[in-house]
């Protein structure tokens, strides 16, 4: 049993996965993207059961670690019965590396083992070359989630993860029917994550775009399965056939010059990052969940992320300063 080096806590779902994929020889990756139900078996030994679609029971894959085994639902999508065997998958090998003892730091561990197992199986499904295709540099719309999703072979729901990887701010990407249920959510940078099955309401922004027949932007909130709300983000929710894509960001929305704010919402004075030095409001919707401290939306500074930063000695001028201000051995003070 290998036990590889593992990321802070603090990184994102896909600094763990990548973790994973480095356990598999590249030259497999491409036949188990494509055929995963028949890879699994073959590379790792595990046994793969597909069983029917149960009315009753929303999972849509388990993995039996004592068993040694998966089992995975067959659905009408192939994109989505890979992305489930991809999914547990990922379970297997947080339990092979023992990856799961580091979660437990993390606040919601169970939460963020399924959230590394979603990022495994989308990067393995839509590699970053693809990705970067069709995901610009200031994140996605909706209508790119969905371009994405049909350039590739991968389901509608690893398409909401690999673009959630590249939103601009904490955030969502939701996968919804007609109806405004959520069916799958993938979350960057945010402390809850939502069901599935999980109604939206008449009001929420699915809704909106179904009503509007193709397309909804606006503020919205996003409903817990506890039924309550998330904050307000800005969000932008696209008709796709029988499915809505709904992107959720707090600030920095791509198809936006403006962050909005609520009529009803105070002003409050802006203050530089001591990190960043960018400005930004101290909102409440931006505490982070672990320290308390309003969390930089720039580059995600709060306390807890400057005890855990590396401070480093310039070689110029031969002063110890925080890791972020260092171009290699010099420090930026040295080098400008």
């Known amino acids: 049993m290998c036990i590889w080096p593992m990321p802070d806590v603090s990184e994102s779902p896909r600094g763990w996965a990548d973790e994973l994929i480095s356990s598999i020889d590249p030259a497999e990756r491409p036949d188990l993207a ?3 139900v028949a890879v699994i078996p073959r590379l790792y030994g ?5 069983v029917p679609e149960a009315d009753d029971c929303p999972l849509h894959g388990v993995y039996f670690a004592e068993r040694g085994s998966v089992t995975v ?5 192939r994109g989505r019965v890979r992305f489930s065997a991809l999914h547990e998958l990922g379970h297997h090998l947080v339990a092979e590396t023992r990856m799961g ?5 993390a606040q919601d561990p169970q939460s963020l083992e399924e959230r590394v197992c979603d990022a495994f ?3 393995i499904l839509l590699p970053d070359e693809l990705i970067d295709q069709h995901i610009p540099d ?5 209508s790119d989630v969905i371009e994405l999703w049909e350039a590739s072979h991968a389901s509608r729901a690893a398409a909401c993860v690999a673009a959630a990887s590249r939103l601009p701010s904490p955030g969502y990407v939701m996968l919804s029917d007609l109806a405004a249920n959520a069916l799958f959510t993938a979350v960057h940078r945010a402390p809850f994550g939502v069901r599935a099955d999980t109604p939206q309401g008449t009001e929420s922004l699915p809704a909106k775009a179904v009503r509007n027949g193709t397309s909804y932007r606006g503020e919205g909130v996003l409903t817990f399965a506890s039924g309550s709300s998330s904050p307000t983000h800005q969000g932008d929710a696209r008709v796709s056939g029988e499915y809505v894509f709904t992107v959720y960001t707090k600030i920095k929305a791509p198809w936006s010059t403006l962050n909005l704010i609520g009529e009803s919402t105070p002003r409050r004075a802006a203050r530089p990052c001591p990190r960043c030095e960018e400005a930004f409001v101290p909102w409440d919707h931006l505490t982070c969940g672990r320290c308390g401290e309003h969390e930089c939306p720039h580059c995600g500074e709060c306390r ?14 031969f002063q110890t300063k925080p890791a972020h201000l260092f171009d290699g051995e010099v420090c930026s003070d040295c080098s400008s």
């Open 121 to 123: 199986a989308a990067a």
């Open 73 to 77: 639902v067959r659905t009408a999508s």
């Open 34 to 36: 494509a055929n995963p």
């Open 46 to 50: 595990l046994r793969l059961n597909l």
């Open 304 to 317: 807890c992320q400057r005890f855990r930063r590396e401070e480093l000695l310039c070689q110029s001028c």
């Open 101 to 105: 003892l580091d979660f437990e730091e």
């Open 138 to 142: 200031g994140g996605p719309e909706a």
